[in-house]
């Protein structure tokens, strides 16, 4: 409630600012969402899971999120797949 009172009152000064000021604050926003304790836990006991997890990273900043997220959904699916027809 606070930030829609917030904007809604500051909101004629947002459009003052350059684009870049915007983008860099979206990029500190992104940044700060990342977590390097995951990926690192997953790099120490399960590469594989590692290496799809970087995969769908990549496609989805090349290409798109959805494509990347259907691209690692569809992987991990195989891979499961593959570790039950082993058991």
């Known amino acids: 409630f606070f930030m829609i009172v917030i904007s809604a009152l500051l909101f004629q000064f947002f459009k003052f600012l350059p ?8 990029m500190i926003v992104a940044i700060n969402m990342v977590d390097l ?18 995969l769908v990273a990549i496609l989805c900043v090349l290409l798109e999120p959805t494509i990347g997220l259907i691209a690692g959904i569809f992987l991990y699916l195989v891979r499961f797949a ?3 027809m082993e058991s």
């Open 37 to 54: 304790r995951t990926p690192r836990f997953m790099f120490q006991h399960e590469k594989a899971d590692f290496y799809l997890y970087v």
């Open 82 to 84: 593959e570790g039950m």
């Open 19 to 26: 684009l870049p000021v915007v983008a860099a604050q979206i």
